[in-house]
């Protein structure tokens, strides 16, 4: 936990002040900047009519009264006017003057954007009085308003009415040598946590930097350095050394490991600066893509936002860590507090509860999320893999590595061309129109449909009739080609639907599920058989298609656990007679077609795979896919890379290894 202040900006003048609510977000202070000089006329303006009013009551001939004495002093100490406020009372005016900003000024005990004050009752009893008083204290620290009441006697000096001075003139709590100082207990930022509750975040060095603030020799140079190094506001910051407890080590700024090591030469000049390391589950996580990013009180996210600098503050950049900020971060609990000479805190006058983080559960499986990532991470390449289960719509793992001057493109919201991986979805298609896995079909080298001519450029072409099962596992699209003149259009578009491609998920985090062109014209519908001609899908979404495929069911993908919300379930987009030549057609692909790399010992593997080229020249990219599913575990895996050396089904047998 971090302690430190925050600032905020005044009300709006009006006939009656609002209170400052207790749990305004720190993003909201920006907004409330308005004119303290309007709100000062207001006051002085009704005081001034109080004091007439007053005086005529009273009557200005009787015995000299207290009261314009003690409103004097109030008003002053109200407007700043701390030496004129100090003119009035007994002590030795500097003391007193020094007593009194240290405790209201801006930037400093309390950091106080505005103060108000208003005259109670006051007792006279010959040469003595005593006199109460309302002070509202607008802190600098998240919109919180302190009000209290205080009081302080007041005595004839030579015919002239002075205020006794000592430190409880400003609150009744201090004593001589006390101070008063906010705290700011930041909760734990909440984890996003795995599917058994487990946080995703891993334990990792950071960077604190911070002082001890009664230790600087100029708190105002430290605060000055400590901005121009880091891009924050000096003022800000030196408000928060101030109102600190002097003898607290205040944490000013969280970085990892890069950034500190980018700043540590601006750093190493700040005067009085310290540094701790310890580790937290903050900046690094194993599941990156699903938990994201988070900032500290540098991130521009909070500039371009127009929060001022807070201490300890952490923001969430994307991911869930952004999606569900309020939640993960929580709330301070803010105190303010009376330390003695010692510097030990005696008193807690106000306290502002927070609220801890509350932690996200999602569906990921720890399990499934290390073997996916060990597996890519052992290549240099690029690749990515997502696991979902067929029996929940669960998504267990999300992975991804970039390598071999390869960024991947993302795994929940990539649109990428599938190719051949696609024809899982075109052959429930086409066995609906009377295709069988022994319809005899030639997987040529050409063949024209529509105007439009595919190839198939491998060594896979005979020229011979040979069953559809075989063309299939093969993966030859000049085949898939030749069959698509069995298709209709509309009907092909219902069934790349009723997969759930091109629906509209309700997930936390941004996906594309995928879209298929809805085509009459023969060689269009032929290229989007073979998952050409304007096919996109997602890794997530042909995972998905896996998964119907494997469980006889469509569902939604889930992310967050929400036990009130289950997913949307329908049956496939085809019959139950159909499904099962389609999943003995893709166990084929693994036991001897062109997916044999991605077998394994123990449960069958089902699958499908595909070779996509894009780009020309330097910019080509090939990508090597394998869509399938084994027991009760879907995936996709994406291997990318310069050239068609890739197997995307070897690396798929990797990651199944690991399990």
Known sequence: MSSRTRERGSHAASGRRPRAPHGSHPQRNARRRVSRATRLTIFLSVLAVGIVVIGMVSGFDQEPSAEPTVQAFLLDLQQGQYGAAAALTTGQPDSVVTSLRSVFGAGQQLDATAVFVGMGSIAQHGDTAAASFNASVDLAEMGRQWDYEGRFPVRRVGGTWKVVWSPSDINPSLSPGDRLAVVTQEPARASVLDSQGKPLQVPASTYVVGVWPGRLADPAKTALMFANATSLNSQQVLGQIRAAPPRDFLKLLTLQAADFHRLLPELERVPGLRLQVPKQRLFQSYATEVVGA?????????????????????????????????ALAGSATTEVVVVNSAGRQVAVLERWPGMAGTPVHTTINSTVQTAAAAALNAHSGAGEIIATQPSTGDILAVADHSGGGISVPGVLNARLTPGMAFTIVSTAALLQTGVSATTAIQCTSATAVGGQTFTEPTSLTTGAQTPFSTDFAAGCPTAFAGLSRRLNGTEFAKVVQGFGLGSSWALPLTTFSGKAPTSQDDGALAAETIGQGGVQVSPLGMAMVAADVASGVVRSPVLVVNPSDPPAVRAVPMSASSLDVLRTLMRKTVQSGAGTAAQVSGASVYGQVGLVQTGTGSHRIWESWFVGYRGDLAFTVIEFG????????????EFLHLL
């Open 294 to 326: 988070v900032g500290t009180e540098t991130s521009d996210l909070l500039r371009s936002e127009g929060a001022s600098y807070q201490p300890g503050t952490t923001v969430g950049l994307s991911g869930l860590e952004k999606v569900d900020q309020t």
């Open 642 to 653: 310069k050239t068609a050396q890739l197997s995307a089904a070897a690396l798929t047998a």
